[in-house]
């Protein structure tokens, strides 16, 4: 955020050196005063509903302990602060010159044997867990929430793709989403095609859209942009809700054609993926191979977006996110850069939803709507923009967390028996999206690697680029 | 005849409510140049203060007269709910002048999304229905059919409510020495400060009388449908972020020109075209005017400086 610069005498001095209690009560107490305020309507009160009346129920209890929550927290703010300063007080001779030549952090250390652990891990899942927890039954749940996570990577790569590289803010992508998912739905219900030659077809599809969707709005400036992408994604899913003789509305498009083994239906009987490959029949061998379909598609995904960062093309992108105009000067045409990024990440999109349909075997409009764009930005702004696996590493904790917290029951004894995590997952997005801008806007991973090298490999430190891509 | 002249008044009543939004959209745009997306679920929080202070008022305190009740809920709910805009911008939007451009949208849509997910755990996830509060109409004239023509009070006190409160905020941003710190901070944020304006303050003063007039929007909302849910602030606030564009983003008298608009247009489109599609109409129209002219109707073209 700052620019850098190297500390003076003059700022050594000004800097407080002692933690002023005193006042870190005062404004603590204020933040909690204020905060008392704020929780008085909707905290302190609950409607409830019986019959056709309102009537109200107190609680004052749930309001003072919020209310104390922030007084805490505000203090331990200000201790952090005075620490900090204090440590930037006394400098050691590395910090002074940390911002101008960053040394590799400890991740980009750790990034060399982290990556492919990760990547073993994730191959290694179905097996991991097939031995962990004894049978191929009992470790559908999660093999289950191992593609869901995934499918969110995927889609965080997608949109990594127009939010991270290109930096146009897609508030809309959950539309590409849906265009792929019906693609297939349509296609295989109406034409009886299957899903390996739906699947590129979804993709294309995807991409046209995005074109058709990106052509007309991408001359307008960041924030427009992304509001007019907005209004596209809900277009799209009331057209999807409304146009009820090609979609069948609200209701979706039940039984959708499963997955096949290329070709060779997971079924029991003759012909099937058991009696070919000689194995007793189990419906688990379905959800396997979705799970190692979904992580050949995430990692296609983050294969190309690799590859694409060192074509002129990427770099392209990557130049017109730090300054557009500077990009115009240098004659890169910024709209072709910037419907390519869009058309490259609905494809991606595309080829997610397309996932989506033939893994649930239905589709409906209410799980394309903007909560759902929300939650995939926020795992690409969370994981930092830009930067792959932070995206991948957002999408395993906002997505995966709120499950493994749903399984701890000391929760439960603590919160009581109806606590369910998940209720209070997209309250923990939003003040996380928050407190990401305000701490770290480049996201939980803000080291990125150059995609081009002059002689030797050198760290660069997120503050010596605009929007904290080297 | 008769049914075009009662959806004019529906849609004036409507075009009210999104008008008063779409200040406060159009007032932070001005002043500092975001989209604040959250305004929406600030409009819905608010009506749910009103909702729980009209149940406290006339079930807890005995409070019999509908009007009175309806008096107090206002200011309440005004006061409450310029709190919450002013914590919202010192928490979310100030610390965030001067990084990258697009960290004050993002972290809108956080406050968004955290707002109508606090309400719903909050409150619960159903609808809020509240017993009709004003039931009287006034019938204007009786077409050949036996079609009445009718205004009723609600869309009266809306109607009233929204010319004078707008009377009295246009007087604050013309004449007060507030509204001069101001539009000197809307037109040059830097030399206003050497001038000795103290930004910070007029800035967030901007977010407290946008969130006060979305609590007369949300109370008039509440008094309108007589029923609330914690989803509600999505689609309004964009359709009075339209109503904003349309009218010439960073114009006051645009804002409500717009809003009556677009709550005209999608009267007329429910009554006349189809009511499923009402909504696609909105957006669309935000859309084509982002597109063709980004200015609106009474704004000022946009310069790029480079």
């Given at each position: 955020m700052n620019a850098p610069?190297?500390?003076t005498p003059a700022q050594t001095q000004a800097a407080t050196t002692t933690f002023d209690l005193s006042a870190a009560l005062k404004d603590a107490f204020k933040a909690a005063l204020i905060t008392f305020g704020l929780s008085i309507p909707i905290l302190s009160f609950r409607t409830e509903q019986s019959g056709a009346d309102l009537f109200l129920s107190s609680r004052w209890g749930l309001a003072l302990i919020v209310t104390a929550i922030v007084f805490g927290l505000r203090l331990l703010v200000h201790a952090y602060t005075a620490s900090r300063s204090y440590r930037k007080a006394t400098p050691s001779p590395k910090q002074a010159t940390e911002l101008v030549h960053a040394q590799p952090s400890a991740f980009q250390h750790v990034s060399k044997f982290a990556i492919p652990f990760f990547l073993g891990v994730a191959i290694a899942f179905p097996f991991l867990i097939y031995l962990v927890q004894g049978g191929l039954n009992e470790s559908r749940y999660w093999i289950?929430?191992?593609?869901?996570?995934?499918?969110?990577?995927m889609l965080g790569w997608g949109l990594n793709i127009v939010v991270g590289l290109a930096g146009l803010l897609d508030l809309g992508y959950v539309a590409f989403y849906a265009v792929g998912a019906y693609s297939y739905a349509l296609l295989s219900t109406t034409f009886g095609l299957s899903f390996w030659i739906c699947l590129p077809l979804a993709g294309i599809l995807a991409a046209f859209w995005g074109m058709i969707l990106g052509f007309p709005v991408l001359r307008l400036r960041g924030d427009y942009l992304a509001i007019v992408t907005l209004a596209f994604g809900e277009i799209i899913r009331l057209v999807l809700i409304n146009w009820v003789d090609v979609t069948n509305g609200a209701a979706g498009i039940s039984s959708i054609p499963r997955a096949t083994f290329f070709g060779i239906p997971f079924t029991a009987g003759e012909g099937g993926f058991a009696q070919t490959f000689g194995l007793e029949f189990n419906g688990m061998h379905r959800i396997i191979f979705l799970y190692y379909l979904i992580l050949a598609l995430a990692l296609l995904t983050n294969f190309?977006?690799?590859?694409?960062?060192?074509?002129?093309?990427?770099?392209?992108?990557?130049?017109?996110?730090?300054?557009?105009?500077?990009?115009?000067?240098?004659?890169?045409?910024?709209?072709?850069?910037?419907?390519t990024a869009f058309a490259i990440g609905a494809m991606f999109g595309g080829f997610a939803g397309s996932f989506f349909a033939v893994r649930q075997g239905f589709v409906s409009p209410e799980s394309f709507n903007f909560l759902e764009s929300a939650i995939i930005l926020a795992i690409v702004v969370m994981g930092g923009m830009g930067s792959q696996i932070g995206v991948a590493i957002a999408a395993i904790v906002l997505v995966g967390g709120p499950e493994v917290l749903r399984n701890l029951t000391f929760l439960k004894a603590v919160f009581g028996e109806g606590f369910d995590p998940n209720e209070y997952r997209l309250l923990i997005f939003g003040v996380g999206m928050v407190a990401m801008m305000v701490w770290r806007p480049r996201g939980l991973i803000s080291e990125r690697e150059p995609s081009v090298i002059l002689k030797e490999r050198k760290a660069i430190s997120g503050s010596l680029v605009k929007e904290g891509h080297g | 005849m008769e049914i075009f002249v009662q959806q004019l008044i529906n849609g004036l009543t409507l075009g009210s409510i999104y008008g008063l939004i779409a200040i406060g959209y159009t007032m932070v745009f001005g002043i500092i140049g975001m989209v604040n997306f959250a305004h929406g679920d600030v409009f819905m929080l608010s009506a749910f203060i009103a909702l729980i202070f009209f149940l406290i008022l006339t079930t807890w305190l005995g409070i019999s007269s509908v009007a009175l009740a309806l008096f107090f809920v206002l200011i309440i709910a005004m006061v409450l709910t310029s709190l919450w805009g002013w914590a919202i911008?010192?928490?979310?939007?100030?610390?965030?002048?001067?990084?990258?451009?697009?960290?004050?949208l993002i972290s809108a849509i956080g406050v968004s999304i955290f707002l109508s997910n606090f309400v719903q755990v909050a409150q619960g996830a159903r609808n809020k229905p509240t017993?009709?509060?004003?039931?009287?109409?006034?019938?204007l004239f009786q077409g050949e059919s036996g079609y009445n023509v009718a205004i009723s009070y609600k869309q009266i006190i809306i109607m009233v409510m929204t010319a004078v409160l707008l009377s009295i905020f246009w007087y604050i941003v013309q004449k007060t020495s507030l509204g001069r710190a101001q539009?000197?901070?809307?037109?040059?944020?830097?030399?206003?400060?050497?001038?000795?304006?103290?930004?910070?303050?007029t800035i967030s003063l901007t977010f407290v009388i946008g969130a006060a007039l979305a609590a007369v929007a949300g109370t008039?909302?509440?008094?309108?449908?007589?029923?609330?849910?914690?989803?509600?602030?999505?689609?309004?606030?964009?359709?009075?972020?339209?109503?904003?564009?349309?009218?010439?983003?960073?114009?006051?008298p645009g804002a409500v020109l717009g809003g009556l608009i677009i709550g005209l247009i999608e009267t007329f489109w429910s009554a006349y075209f189809s009511i499923e599609y009402k909504d696609v109409a909105a957006f669309s129209i935000l859309a084509i005017v982002l597109i063709f002219m980004p200015s609106g109707i009474l704004g000022r073209p946009e310069v790029e400086k480079v």
């Open positions: 610069s190297i500390t289950d929430l191992g593609i869901l996570i995934l499918t969110y990577v190309v977006t690799m590859r694409l960062r060192k074509l002129p093309v990427g770099r392209a992108w990557e130049a017109l996110r730090e300054d557009e105009i500077a990009c115009r000067s240098l004659g890169i045409n910024t709209t072709n850069t910037k419907l | 911008e010192r928490v979310a939007y100030r610390p965030l002048r001067g990084s990258f451009r697009l960290a004050p017993p009709p509060m004003i039931r009287d109409v006034i019938v539009r000197a901070c809307e037109q040059d944020r830097k030399m206003a400060a050497l001038l000795g304006i103290n930004v910070d303050r008039m909302y509440l008094l309108y449908y007589g029923v609330v849910s914690f989803a509600d602030g999505f689609v309004p606030g964009v359709k009075a972020f339209t109503a904003a564009v349309l009218g010439g983003i960073g114009s006051l």
